[in-house]
């Protein structure tokens, strides 16, 4: 085992007896194997995409499979790759199958190939010729084409929790070949609790963060002796981490679920819940001017008439980001967040308007009663332009009543 690779890439696990998490796709539950643990035992692996968050088991579990059905494995990213290198893959995979061996394709990061790219694919997965696998950190139902995601059945992989996040360090601790097994390393229970946390379920992440942690405490061996264990505390941790992995790709699912976990917190009420994921949000990188659109809308959306100062206090917000942006905007936000989830709401405004759009959009251009119609010129008011209008202030009660503001065809409609 060559030392001088990162931790994490010695401790990839060879087989599924050493793979942790994903428990739904590959673990057994009484006696009963999992889906993607039966299609391996059997030897039947159809063409998939592995959807999932970073360091999760993609490409381990891709590997895996290749080894566990004695498959010729072949890996491309899409970071670097071309239509060039899927082709010379293929015919790499046309060889070995004259000699009676399957070859999986492995391609990370499948979601950056352009629909061209992706289409080189169809041929050869129709035809058997590769098993493609695929991964990828974004919903491929956005960014894989139909044509390819209907040949492939979806995996979705789970962040792995505190527990198997811990298991891996444990692992990693106790390897004498390919961890620090036999260097007389420990790690205390806080220390380790907090790593699991703050890895956010990505295996790497932890191995990284706990690679950086031995070699903090390197310098330390001289010191103590070498009959002296080396303990890793939270505070190297800390170092090793620097600030915690917040997962948030502005221009992925994750921006999409936190945006929406905030909007429908504050709809709900719940200032607290609100107050975190805007939290998240902000700590991610995320545009603070974003935010506050979003928090705009929100004021008439969600708020509307039930609370008249909604609005201005939203786009007050909204000033104070421009004026100072992050991090001094942060509690802007916050306070009209909080503001928001607290209100009152009402949805008769939005309702109102989205009704009335639809009607906009079936009916056409309905014409505008005549008493409603501006009359600036003599031929107008000829043709009865403003004839017959009651002007509100100085008209009475019962003819104000009687005025009809609707077209024809919408006389008598409610929208709130």
Known sequence: MNKTQPLADRMRPQTLSEFVGQKHLVGKEKNQKKILEDLIAKDQIPSMILWGPPGTGKTTLARIIANETDAHFVQLSAINAGVKDIRAAVEEAEGYARLGTKTILFIDEVHRFNKAQQDAFLPCVEDGTITLIGATTENPSFEVNSALLSRCRTFVLESLSEEDIAQVIDAALKDKEKGFGGQKIVINKEAKKYLSAMANGDARTALNALEVAVQLTTSLASDVGSHEKRKISKEHIEQALQRSN?????AGEEHYNLISALHKSMRGSDADASLYYLTRILEGGEDPLYVARRVVRFASEDIGIANS????????????????GMPECGVNLAQAVVYMAKSKKSIAVYDGYTHAQQDVRDLGNLPVPLHLRNAPTKLMKELD????????????????????????????????
Not at 246 to 250: A, C, K, S, T
Not at 313 to 322: E, H, I, K, S
Not at 394 to 408: I, T
Request: some cysteine; proline content about 6%; hydrophobic content about 30%.
């Open 309 to 324: 100062f909604a609005l201005p206090q939203a786009t007050a917000a909204y000033d104070a980001c421009r004026f100072i």
């Open 246 to 250: 917040l997962l948030y790709d502005r």
């Open 385 to 416: 332009y403003g004839k017959d209008y009651k002007y509100t202030p100085k008209a009475g009660e019962e003819e104000n009543e009687e005025q009809e503001f609707m077209p024809e065809k919408l006389k008598g409609k409610k929208y709130l």
